[in-house]
């Protein structure tokens, strides 16, 4: 599985970003797909997933002002970011989990950065 993000950009507190997780390959194995970001100094966290068996979930930073979904019609994953906050400045990551017994496995894309700053 092979993942290409784009949708980053600089923009100012409040202000909105979409991103867009693009996956290739082995796609019908694909279990679950998620965003997750690292800010400067920070470790990587969840942002939010979307899974066939457990549905959807987000980091409490962002509930309600962040949104996940997914158009089957063309296999693409998005993260519609609303009233964006500086705290928000990072690099967003789009994840792929696949699973082949006994394991799961991750797939990462390049990360795209995301800035909010005034």
């Known amino acids: 599985v092979q993942l290409q993000a784009s949708g980053g950009g600089w923009v100012q507190p409040g202000g909105s970003l979409t991103l867009s997780c693009a996956p290739s390959?082995?796609?019908?194995?694909?279990?679950?797909m998620g965003w997750y970001r690292q800010g400067p100094g920070k470790q990587r966290e969840m942002v939010a997933t979307?899974?066939?068996?457990?549905?959807?979930n987000y980091a409490t930073s962002v509930r309600g002002r962040f949104t996940i979904a997914t158009d089957n019609a063309n296999n693409t994953l998005y993260l519609r970011m609303n009233n964006l906050e500086p705290e928000d400045t990072a690099v967003y990551y789009c994840?792929?989990?696949?699973?082949?017994?006994?394991?799961?496995?991750?797939?990462w894309g390049q990360g795209t950065q995301v800035t909010v700053s005034s």
């Open positions: 994840n792929a989990r696949t699973y082949r017994a006994p394991e799961w496995y991750d797939y």
């Open positions: 390959g082995s796609i019908s194995s694909i279990s679950d």
């Open positions: 979307i899974s066939s068996t457990t549905g959807v």
